[in-house]
């Protein structure tokens, strides 16, 4: 690598790591190279002898990193650990790493295939709910990729139009997985906008806002409301229009509408938790004199 007799020449696979450890099949020492089964890289010497718990610990940091490619670790290990970081090149994990051995450091860089997410692992029956739910949500006729948790209450990271997108999102947090779905149209064009209410006395419903030119949601730079109050002046909150596609008033619209949506997807208890949060908001609020 920087000098003789320190060039690392094998690629690894991150999750083979910990278990060849484990279970004996990695070997270590002065004299015998870092053997691995054929199957899983070809067998190679790695001249400069690495520690078998720095190895480990490698092994652990690019776990992450489920792009399908091929990531460069730069790590030292005397006078102590250091995980310098992970790299998409193996000239910036070796630059890293040189900068760290003109102190007097043994370092070493370490190049790492990482694997795609396994999309066809079993997922729960509350995932499934969860990614329907997203697909749902973007109605763009193409494929999108959305970046989920499979541990409940599977929060989603993002839904990209760009697989590579989708697979660096993931390789950032542990836990998340790529899921593709062809998500289908409405009418055969993209999202229209246009505004509806829900009387709360009446239970009726109207749709004041149906714009003449229409709309996409596509074009809507954001969303605001404004609140007009009687002795507090005015509340506005604007949110990002690809974000918003509705908006409740107080425990009458969340009790009718969010609340019997969300118990679908996630279940009574945890959204019981989400209406306690917000009855514990409710009851912080101050009662005017006049009542």
Sequence with gaps: MFEPGKQLTRIVRASTILLLLATGLCRISPTDPWLLPEEAVAQQTIRDTIPANVLSRVGAAVERYRTGRVVFVAVCWRPAYSLLGVFETAAAADAAAAEQESLGRTCATLPVQTELPDTTAPMSASLARVLGEAADGSRTGDTVFIVASRRFPHPI??????????LEAAADSLDYDVFPFLTPQDFDRPMVFFGCVHIQETSKWMCP??????????????ISYTAYTQTQGARRMSFPGSDVDAIFFGFKALDKFMIPYYTDIYGIDFVKQMRDSLAAYAGTVRIPPDG
Excluded: K, Y
């Design 209 to 222: 806002d149906m714009p003449d030119p229409g709309l996409f949601f596509s074009q809507i730079d954001s």
């Design 157 to 166: 990271l993002g839904v990209f139009t760009d697989r590579e997108d989708a």
